[in-house]
T-cell receptor, first 112, second 112 residues
Framework: NAGVTQTPKFQVLKTGQSMTLQCAQD?????MYWYRQDPGMGLRLIYY???????DKGEVPNGYNVSRLNKREFSLRLESAAPSQTSVYFC???????????FGPGTRLTVL | QKEVEQDPGPLSVPEGAIVSLNCTYS??????FMWYRQYSRKGPELLMY????GNKEDGRFTAQVDKSSKYISLFIRDSQPSDSATYLC????????????FGKGTKLSVIP
């Protein structure tokens, strides 16, 4: 039982490049989330998926797209990376809206 | 005014001390209150989860919520060097609201 897994662990991009961050959970959770964590800003929600087949914007969605591929997997795509997207990205999952959110280990992204 | 305010510290205490960590908030709609612990370069992990006002105890950890004052606290008794981490408070409005609002985190060091 791995919980929430994220790939890659580290990534360096040049401005304008695209990439997809992958997330998978094996807890049969309905809801999944993408956060970014920046120094002095705390954790901020980018997008979430309340259930398979639905996605909604969070606090900071601009510059990102998401896909809920199936119940287990939720990906985050940067179409044209910008230096402002340098951050640590965390995926999380939960059974529902008031349930505990379980976090993955994070992806450290640097955009040059 | 930020929705959730948390002193970033750093806070340094000797081993065995009682630690008090606090958050204030402005949104009276918050009903669920959480404390997460985050070790360096790891994902957050849930420590305590409380609903509405009151106290909850789990081993050396006690969470308090005072909704009338919009103030929550986490107490750590007999602190250990392994408690050295960043502590994040988080809040939710409850059923149907998937977004957690996080404080910026307080960095705690417990000195042997």
């Amino acid at each position: 039982n791995a919980g929430v897994t994220q790939t890659p662990k580290f990534q360096v991009l040049k401005t304008g490049q695209s990439m997809t961050l992958q997330c998978a959970q094996d807890m049969n959770h309905n809801s999944m989330y993408w956060y970014r964590q920046d120094p002095g800003m705390g954790l901020r929600l980018i997008y979430y998926s309340a259930s398979e087949g639905t996605t909604d914007k969070g606090e900071v969605p601009n510059g990102y797209n998401v896909s809920r591929l199936n119940k287990r997997e939720f990906s985050l795509r940067l179409e044209s990376a910008a230096p402002s997207q340098t951050s640590v990205y965390f995926c999380a999952s939960s059974e529902g809206s008031v349930s505990t959110q379980y976090f993955g280990p994070g992806t450290r992204l640097t955009v040059l | 005014q930020k929705e959730v305010e948390q002193d970033p510290g750093p806070l340094s205490v000797p081993e065995g001390a009682i630690v008090s960590l606090n958050c204030t908030y402005s949104n009276s709609a918050f009903q669920y209150f959480m404390w997460y612990r985050q070790y360096s370069r790891k994902g957050p992990e849930l420590l305590m989860y409380t609903y509405s006002s009151g106290n909850k105890e789990d081993g050396r950890f006690t969470a308090q919520v005072d909704k009338s004052s919009k103030y929550i606290s986490l107490f750590i008794r007999d602190s250990q060097p392994s408690d050295s981490a960043t502590y994040l408070c988080a809040m939710s409005q409850g059923a149907g609201s998937y977004q957690l609002t996080f404080g910026k985190g307080t960095k705690l060091s417990v000195i042997p």
